[in-house]
Nanobody
Framework: VQLQASGGGLVQAGDSLRLSCSAS????????MGWFRQAAGKEREFVAG????????LNAVSVKGRFTISRDNEKNTVYLQMNRLKPEDTARYYC??????????????????WGQGTLVTVSS
C-alpha cells in the first residue's frame, strides 16, 4: 500500500487542523494505521494509532484529549484531527501502515509502509 499525507500548514496556537492520509490499493482495511511526527533535530515519535477496523485506538500522552485518529475504509483514508494545537506540535507528520496481528501499536518498527509526510507549523 502506498500512502499520501496531506493537510499540513501554518496555524496559530489554539487552532485546529485535520490531516488526511490516502492509501492506494484494495488492502487498506487489512492494515493498522499510525501517525508519527518528527520535529527538527528530534527523533520521530508516535502520535496515534488505529486498528484495521477502527475499533482500537491509541494516543500518545502528549496529544491525548487534543488529537483524534479515525479511518474510513471505504475511502482508503485515515485522518488525524488536531485541536488546540501548541507550538510544540510543530513537526513533519507521517502516516504509516502495518500488518499487525491485532489492535494497534506505538512502535515504529511494526509499520512497514510510510508516507512522505506533511509539515505542521504552529506559531505562538
Amino acid at each position: 500500500v502506498q500512502l499520501q499525507a496531506s493537510g499540513g500548514g501554518l496555524v496559530q496556537a489554539g487552532d485546529s487542523l485535520r490531516l488526511s492520509c490516502s492509501a492506494s490499493g484494495r488492502t487498506f482495511s487489512m492494515y493498522a494505521m499510525g501517525w508519527f511526527r518528527q520535529a527538527a533535530g528530534k527523533e520521530r515519535e508516535f502520535v496515534a494509532g488505529i486498528s484495521q477496523s477502527g475499533g482500537a485506538k491509541l494516543n500518545a500522552v502528549s496529544v491525548k484529549g487534543r488529537f483524534t485518529i479515525s479511518r474510513d475504509n471505504e475511502k482508503n483514508t485515515v485522518y488525524l484531527q488536531m485541536n488546540r494545537l501548541k507550538p510544540e506540535d510543530t513537526a513533519r507528520y507521517y502516516c504509516a501502515a502495518g500488518r499487525l496481528a491485532y489492535g494497534t501499536s506505538s512502535r515504529s518498527d511494526e509499520y512497514t509502509n510510510w508516507g512522505q509526510g506533511t509539515l505542521v507549523t504552529v506559531s505562538s
